[in-house]
């Protein structure tokens, strides 16, 4: 199975689209340390769940964190994607349906980050 196409918004952190378990091998092969899953479970049909992708993530000794969000964010969970960010080993792939959702946020955090400087992310 194919990794769907990501997206490397800085070389600590990348977007995706939905993963599966079976995608878990191909990006820890790549170098990813950590995986972010900011989908909530059961927005579609036949979606995985996260606790496949979290138990694959750990068999390939990935740190994993289940941060489900919907468009519209709030302060505390730009916050808590700040310390996500910060906290998990990079490099970072995080997903969510189209990467759209991941993207604004951690643009949102990135920003926080910067304005707080307490994270040191660059």
Aim: net charge negative; aromatic share 12%; proline share 7%.
């Amino acid at each position: 199975m194919e990794l769907p196409e990501f997206f490397q918004l800085n070389p600590r952190f990348s977007s995706s689209p939905q993963i599966s378990p079976e995608h878990i091998e191909q990006i820890a092969k790549l170098g990813f340390k950590s995986i972010i899953n900011n989908r909530p479970d059961d927005e579609e049909i036949n979606q995985p769940t996260n606790q496949s992708i979290e138990i694959a993530a750990k068999n390939h000794q990935l740190a994993f964190a289940f941060h489900p969000v919907t468009s519209n964010f709030t302060e505390e969970e730009i916050y808590k994607m700040a310390e996500l960010i910060w906290q998990l080993p990079a490099p970072i792939y995080a997903f969510c349906r189209s990467g759209n959702r991941t993207t604004n946020i951690y643009y949102l955090a990135k920003k926080l980050i910067d304005e707080q400087g307490e994270f040191g992310i660059e």
